[in-house]
Nanobody
Framework: QVQLVESGGGLMQVGGSLRLSCAASGRTFSSYSMGWFRQAPGKEREFVAA???????????DYADSVKGRFTIFRDNTKNAVYLQMNSLKPDDTGVYYCAAKSGSVNYKSPASYDYWGPGTQVTVSS
C-alpha cells in the first residue's frame, strides 16, 4: 500500500504563490504517475497537473488549461516526493488539493484511474 501526505496549503491573496508538497511511501515510486487534483465546494474533482511515467526513466508533464503558465509540477524520485508550484493565484484556484498516484500513465487525467490518494490540503485564495 502506498501512502501520500500533502502539505503546503494555506491562505493566500490574489497574485500570490504557494508550493504544495506530496510525500509518498513505496519502493515503486519511480514507475508511478503522480497527479494533482482539486475540488471546490459543489464542483467535481478536477485534474490540475500530472507528471506521468513514460518508461526508461522518463516523465512527461501535463496541465489543465486553467493553470497552464501559472502552475508547475515536478518530482524528486530520490525523496519520493512530488511538488506543485502555484503562481499568480486566482480566487478560482480555491479548493482542496489532492495528491494521487497510479501505476503507469493510462488515463492519467481521470481521478477514477488513480489508486492512491492523500487526505488533501486546503488552498484558499482571497480577493
Amino acid at each position: 500500500q502506498v501512502q501520500l501526505v500533502e502539505s503546503g496549503g494555506g491562505l493566500m491573496q490574489v497574485g500570490g504563490s504557494l508550493r504544495l508538497s506530496c510525500a509518498a511511501s513505496g519502493r515503486t515510486f519511480s514507475s508511478y504517475s503522480m497527479g494533482w487534483f482539486r475540488q471546490a465546494p459543489g464542483k467535481e474533482r478536477e485534474f490540475v497537473a500530472a507528471t506521468r511515467w513514460g518508461g526508461f526513466g522518463t516523465y512527461y508533464a501535463d496541465y489543465a488549461d486553467s493553470v497552464k503558465g501559472r502552475f508547475t509540477i515536478f518530482r524528486d524520485n530520490t525523496k519520493n516526493a512530488v511538488y506543485l508550484q502555484m503562481n499568480s493565484l486566482k480566487p478560482d484556484d480555491t479548493g482542496v488539493y489532492y495528491c494521487a498516484a497510479k501505476s503507469g500513465s493510462v488515463n492519467y487525467k481521470s481521478p477514477a484511474s488513480y489508486d492512491y490518494w492523500g487526505p488533501g490540503t486546503q488552498v484558499t485564495v482571497s480577493s
